[in-house]
C-alpha cells in the first residue's frame, strides 16, 4: 500500500467520525427535545452532583446503521 492509499484511508476515516459525531449531537438534542430517556440498556448513573452516561444500546444501533449504510455505498461504488 503506498503512502498516497494510506492517506486517502485517513481521510475517509475521518469523515467517517465527524458525520458519527454530527449525529451524535443531532440525535442527542432530538432525544433531549422529545423528553425521551435513552434507549433501554444505556447507562445512567447519577449521584452526589456526579452524572455518569454512556449510551452504549445507542451506539451499537447507530454503529450497525453506519455499517449498513457504507456497506450499500461500497457496493454501489464498486460496480
Do not use: H, W
Not at 20 to 27: A, E, K, M, S, Y
Not at 48 to 66: A, D, K
Amino acid at each position: 500500500m503506498s503512502l498516497e492509499q494510506f492517506g486517502k484511508i485517513l481521510i475517509l476515516f475521518a469523515v467517517i467520525l465527524l458525520v458519527t459525531g454530527i449525529l451524535f449531537i443531532v440525535f442527542s438534542k432530538m432525544i433531549k427535545g422529545l423528553g425521551l430517556p435513552g434507549l433501554p440498556g444505556d447507562i445512567y448513573y447519577k449521584r452526589n452532583g456526579f452524572t455518569f452516561y454512556f449510551p452504549i444500546v445507542t451506539c451499537i444501533i447507530i454503529s450497525l446503521l453506519l455499517t449498513l449504510i457504507l456497506n450499500l455505498v461500497f457496493l454501489f461504488f464498486k460496480k
